[in-house]
């Protein structure tokens, strides 16, 4: 069998670089491009007529859904969707695209993504997936405009609510308070939160959720990282002025320089 042609394509450099040395690892695979934004995974998808792709869905202008819907032609490649959307969405790419990876990305889920691509390309000798595909993402859409409108009504939760974070997860919402949260960290628009040995995926931005949770209780350290500060057991100093947070499930997470001062009023 020949080399599956394939095109990764993802806006965070991390995922990509994880992509490119997992899927390079594959002997049946071929990256001939890797892409950074919609546009040019769209001109990639054209000129080159890839038999595979792995696209990102939240990418910033252009996203996952508006390349599916740019490409011109019904022969489309495959599609294994980047995601961390909730589990209606997965639902519904199962039945139109070959698979779908979560983020944070993991090897062998990337793996058994590409098998499911080579069994699909053995079965099906016509590969006019746009239509259905199309299909389940306008359907995807809708329902994720209906949420929004949903949780736009958050400022009519009881003031007893708007302090927890409300996560999707397989189709049940999990109420996780906000003082049970240990640390959290961020990719792009998805932030992975840590409570009690759990990890969470979320749509939304760390400048969002600091807007809700309690200044006192926790302090970014980094760019891309916020921490409960009740859940610090010990501090490391490090040379050039950061430092090393150890926490009580066991983490240790490093503070930039950046983000020393506000560390500081906590620990003196």
Same mark, same amino acid.
Request: with cysteine; proline share 3%; aromatic share 6%.
């Given at each position: 069998?020949?080399?599956?042609?394939?095109?990764?394509?993802?806006?965070?450099?991390?995922?990509?670089?994880?992509?490119?040395?997992? +899927?390079?690892?594959?002997?049946?695979?071929?990256?001939?491009? *890797?892409?950074?934004?919609?546009? *040019?995974?769209?001109?990639?998808?054209?000129?080159?007529?890839?038999?595979?792709?792995?696209?990102?869905?939240?990418?910033?202008?252009?996203?996952?859904?508006? !390349?599916?819907?740019?490409?011109?032609? #019904?022969?489309?490649?495959?599609?294994? =969707?980047?995601?961390?959307?909730?589990?209606?969405?997965? &639902?519904? =790419?199962?039945?139109? %695209?070959?698979?779908? !990876?979560?983020?944070?990305?993991?090897? *062998?889920?990337?793996?058994?993504?590409?098998?499911? %691509?080579?069994?699909?390309?053995?079965?099906?000798?016509?590969?006019?997936?746009?239509?259905?595909?199309?299909?389940?993402? /306008? /359907?995807?859409?809708?329902?994720? @405009?209906? /949420?929004?409108?949903?949780?736009? @009504?958050?400022?009519?939760?009881? &003031?007893?609510?708007?302090?927890?974070?409300?996560?999707?997860?397989?189709?049940?919402?999990?109420?996780?308070?906000? &003082? #049970?949260?240990?640390?959290? #960290?961020?990719?792009?628009?998805?932030?992975?939160?840590?409570?009690?040995?759990?990890?969470?995926?979320?749509?939304?931005?760390?400048?969002?959720?600091?807007?809700?949770?309690?200044?006192?209780?926790?302090?970014?350290?980094?760019?891309?990282?916020? !921490?409960?500060?009740?859940?610090?057991?010990?501090?490391?100093?490090?040379?050039?002025?950061?430092?090393? +947070?150890? +926490?009580?499930?066991?983490?240790?997470?490093?503070?930039?320089?950046?983000?020393?001062?506000?560390?500081?009023?906590?620990?003196?």
């Amino acid at each position: 069998m020949q080399k599956l042609r394939t095109v990764i394509v993802d806006d965070e450099p991390l995922s990509l670089d994880l992509l490119r040395a997992v +899927l390079s690892e594959i002997s049946d695979i071929e990256i001939i491009s *890797e892409c950074s934004n919609g546009k *040019e995974a769209v001109e990639a998808a054209i000129s080159l007529q890839p038999e595979l792709l792995f696209l990102d869905i939240q990418m910033p202008g252009m996203n996952g859904f508006d !390349v599916i819907r740019s490409l011109q032609t #019904d022969i489309m490649p495959m599609v294994v =969707f980047i995601t961390a959307y909730d589990q209606y969405a997965v &639902d519904a =790419f199962d039945l139109h %695209a070959v698979d779908y !990876v979560l983020k944070p990305l993991d090897s *062998e889920r990337i793996a058994r993504s590409v098998d499911r %691509a080579i069994d699909r390309l053995k079965n099906d000798v016509d590969r006019s997936f746009k239509s259905p595909l199309i299909g389940a993402i /306008e /359907e995807i859409s809708e329902r994720a @405009s209906k /949420e929004e409108v949903a949780d736009e @009504s958050e400022s009519n939760l009881p &003031d007893s609510m708007k302090r927890k974070l409300l996560v999707r997860d397989s189709g049940v919402v999990k109420v996780i308070p906000f &003082d #049970d949260i240990d640390w959290v #960290d961020a990719a792009g628009d998805y932030m992975c939160v840590h409570a009690g040995g759990e990890t969470h995926v979320i749509r939304s931005t760390l400048r969002d959720l600091m807007t809700k949770l309690d200044d006192n209780l926790f302090v970014r350290i980094h760019r891309s990282t916020i !921490v409960n500060v009740e859940r610090v057991v010990s501090v490391t100093p490090l040379q050039k002025g950061g430092s090393l +947070l150890h +926490l009580t499930q066991g983490e240790s997470l490093k503070v930039s320089r950046n983000y020393r001062d506000s560390i500081r009023k906590f620990f003196n």
